[in-house]
């Protein structure tokens, strides 16, 4: 009998074991409290436009001049849907620093989430702001309205840049582009239009 209450008594642990387990306990009920109140708070937007207004489309595209609204044929289309929505937006003068997730431009940011793609970007927009253009439209405009946007997307839109490639010379004059200003730039004007022939040469 005296041989076990000894066993017993050296298998208890002592207060300073206890004290031990006690304050590793404490420290990670703790952990677990800071790592909750971290996750239960909001996620800060990784967007460029960090100090967004709510429902203001933020649009990066390609840098206006003087004789057209935009360089590009799908930033043109997603501002002209804008337009016509009479959706409240902002052309951010980005110096053509960004581009998309998906390395494209045009994208927005709306309420602090980034939408790529033009198809995509009018059909997230017409959800979120409830707009229908084509709502009026007959079956048989429909399908007008299918095929010219197919055509525009699919060929006219390729003949343009085939052209710009082939012929940058001509595009930079027509276009009258600053490419100093666009790219915010501090290499001499006639430098950057080389370069920029040529980027546009070794493209085609």
């Given at each position: 009998?005296?041989?076990?209450?000894?066993?017993?008594?050296?298998?208890?642990?002592?207060?300073?074991?206890?004290?031990?387990?006690?304050?590793?306990?404490?420290?990670?009920?703790?952990?677990?409290?800071?790592?909750?109140?971290?996750?239960?708070?909001?996620?800060?937007?990784?967007?460029?436009?960090?100090?967004?207004?709510?429902?203001?489309?933020?649009?990066?595209?390609?840098?206006?001049?003087?004789?057209?609204?935009?360089?590009?044929?799908?930033?043109?289309?997603?501002?002209?849907?804008?337009?016509?929505?009479?959706?409240?937006?902002?052309?951010?003068?980005?110096?053509?620093?960004?581009?998309?997730?998906?390395?494209?431009?045009?994208?927005?940011?709306?309420?602090?989430?980034?939408?790529?793609?033009?198809?995509?970007?009018?059909?997230?927009?017409?959800?979120?702001?409830?707009?229908?253009?084509?709502?009026?439209?007959?079956?048989?405009?429909?399908?007008?309205?299918?095929?010219?946007?197919?055509?525009?997307?699919?060929?006219t839109s390729w003949m343009v840049r085939y052209?710009?490639?082939?012929?940058?010379?001509?595009?930079?004059?027509?276009?009258?582009?600053?490419?100093?200003?666009?790219?915010?730039?501090?290499?001499?004007?006639?430098?950057?239009?080389?370069?920029?022939?040529?980027?546009?040469?070794?493209?085609?």
């Amino acid at each position: 009998m005296s041989v076990a209450t000894e066993s017993n008594q050296n298998m208890a642990p002592s207060e300073s074991e206890v004290q031990e387990v006690k304050s590793e306990t404490e420290k990670v009920e703790e952990n677990e409290k800071a790592t909750s109140e971290k996750s239960s708070q909001p996620k800060k937007p990784t967007v460029h436009f960090p100090d967004y207004k709510k429902d203001v489309v933020y649009v990066y595209q390609f840098n206006r001049c003087p004789t057209l609204p935009s360089l590009s044929p799908f930033c043109l289309k997603v501002e002209t849907f804008l337009r016509m929505s009479e959706i409240t937006y902002e052309n951010v003068d980005h110096k053509m620093k960004y581009k998309s997730k998906k390395n494209q431009l045009p994208f927005v940011e709306l309420n602090g989430v980034e939408i790529a793609d033009s198809e995509i970007i009018l059909s997230e927009l017409s959800k979120y702001f409830n707009k229908n253009l084509d709502e009026e439209l007959s079956s048989e405009q429909l399908n007008v309205s299918h095929a010219f946007r197919s055509m525009l997307d699919n060929s006219t839109s390729w003949m343009v840049r085939y052209w710009r490639y082939k012929n940058p010379s001509d595009f930079i004059r027509l276009s009258q582009l600053d490419i100093k200003k666009t790219i915010n730039s501090k290499l001499p004007k006639v430098v950057l239009n080389y370069l920029f022939k040529f980027g546009l040469k070794s493209v085609s």
